[in-house]
Structure formats: C-alpha cells, structure tokens
C-alpha cells in the first residue's frame, strides 16, 4: 500500500518557488531552493525555514503532565517556558495544564505519544495541532521580528526558556528562542490556515533585509 503523504500548508507557494521536495514524517517539505551557497549567505543574514513537517502532540487537562511523564517525558515546571524534553524533543507549557511536545529532526517521542487513549485516561485530552511553524535566524532576525511584533524580544529582555504568545503580523502566534547547532535563531507556531500568509510575509521581509528562504537540508545540516 502506497504511503499517504500530507503536505505543508505552505505547499503551493514553495512549489512556485521549484525547491527541491523532499519528505519527513510522511510530510511533504522543501529540502532546498536555492543551493547551499546561497542559503548559506540567507542564514547569516536572515533565513526562513519551513518546518510545519515536524510531528507534534498536544495535550491538556489536570493529568496532562502527570500522563506525560508517565511516557518518560519531562516538562516545563514553570508556566510558559519550555524545555527539551526527551533527545530532540521540544516539550512547550502553554499555560497551567496544556502542553505541547513536538520532535525536531531526529526527535522520536511523538510517534510513543500518539498511542494516546483516551477511554482509558482520565483528566487529561488529546489535543489536535495542525500548525504552521518556522525556524528565524541571522543577524537581521530582530530587525523582522520588530516589523511584526510588538513585544521587545531582545536577549536581554526574553529568557532563553520563555515560551511567548502573542500577535505577528497581526495573527495569534507562539515563539521561542533556541540554540540550534551553536546558533540562536526563533520558533514559531501559528495555525496552519494562516501559514500561508505568514510565509509570505516573512520571506518578504527577509528578502527586504538581504536574506530568504533557508531548505529543511541547509537549516539542519
């Protein structure tokens, strides 16, 4: 039986864009646009990446850590920060019982997850997330980041483990600052029907800044 693949909700815009495709997870997703050298330099000044590929689970209620924990997943104590909660797995507290878990590139907890039962727990609720979601770095990234966010995200102002909602360009989002391979860059999340919108306005944006799109092979290579 052949493998259903899902696609990003940023599919067709890349495909205007003639990346190379590739999948993950059993999501489509562009591996590359432009070629190393060039997403190299987009990296540096401000690269864009697509990463809505990434398999995630969500999950809240009383019992919602507990459960977790439970699967051998450590979370976040305090409320609106995040932690890595198994290797290559970034687990999110969105407030007092809600959670989000999500694997990075070589992450594997939420395939374990998914086993989730509900007739069988009690006081806590799977759920379902369909996000669109971005990885943000390079020299430029507060300078765009300032374009389209009100709140001052400057180190000095966000702790390194501080998960922030709020509005970018104008639509509900979830950020994050991280360390990835010795590099600070930004995370966010927003609702899979807005990705589209968002995608295209930061890479507006970036290219604006002297940057662009950045390949899921270039980002995490």
Known sequence: MTE?????????????????????????????????KAEQKHKTILG??????????????????????????KTPEALNTWVEGAPGTLVLRLGMSEFLVEDQLIGKACAKLQAFDQANIQSAYQVVRADAAFVLGGSEVLNLLAELCVLDLRDS?????????????GISATLIR?????EQVYRIWCDGSYGLYLW????EI????????????????
């Open 4 to 36: 259903l693949i899902k696609t990003s909700p940023l599919s067709d815009a890349q495909k205007m864009m003639k990346p190379l495709m590739g999948s993950h997870r059993g999501m489509e997703v562009a591996l590359s646009f432009e070629g190393p």
């Open 48 to 73: 864009v990446t697509d990463v809505s590929c990434f398999a995630r689970f969500g999950i809240k209620g009383a019992k919602a850590g507990e459960w977790l924990a439970q699967q051998g997943i």
């Open 157 to 169: 102002v966000l702790p390194s483990n501080f998960v922030v909602m709020t509005q970018i360009a």
């Open 178 to 182: 991280e360390s990835l391979s010795g």
């Open 200 to 203: 295209e306005i930061l890479i």
């Open 206 to 221: 970036a290219q604006e800044l002297g940057g662009g799109v950045v390949g899921l092979t270039c980002r995490f290579q």
